[in-house]
């Protein structure tokens, strides 16, 4: 599988974005799917994902309430609709594969995106 995340950019603090994961592959819908980022000087952190099969999804305590994950079999994309977005939540963005059926933890994942840059202004 093979992974482009798209939709970074620069926004004020209060606003939206929403990035997109194409993927490549007759079988997207085989994978679970998450969003991480990572700030500089800090490690990558689990963000969101969405389970193959009914879309369940799962968030960390920091964007709950903000953030929704979601997915398109048929365009083999998964969504990161990023709200009320605050100056902590800025980061390089990744979306990740994994042959699980629902992960949250970096190892748990077999593929990655190059990343997006999120800059949240205040």
């Known amino acids: 599988v093979q992974l482009q995340a798209s939709g970074g950019g620069l926004v004020q603090a209060g606003g939206s974005l929403r990035l997109s994961c194409a993927a490549s592959?007759?079988?997207?819908?085989?994978?679970?799917m998450g969003w991480f980022r990572q700030a500089p000087g800090k490690e990558r952190e689990f963000v969101a994902a969405?389970?193959?099969?009914?879309?369940?999804?799962y968030y960390a305590d920091s964007v709950k309430g903000r953030f929704t994950v979601s997915n398109d079999n048929a365009a083999n994309t998964v969504y990161l609709q990023m709200n009320s977005l605050k100056p902590e939540d800025a980061a390089v963005y990744y979306c990740?594969?994994?042959?699980?059926?629902?992960?949250?933890?970096?190892?748990?994942?077999?593929?990655w995106g190059q990343g997006t840059q999120v800059t949240v202004s205040s």
């Open positions: 592959g007759r079988t997207f819908s085989s994978y679970g």
């Open positions: 969405i389970s193959r099969g009914i879309g369940t999804t």
């Open positions: 990740a594969a994994s042959r699980r059926g629902m992960a949250t933890k970096l190892h748990e994942y077999d593929y």
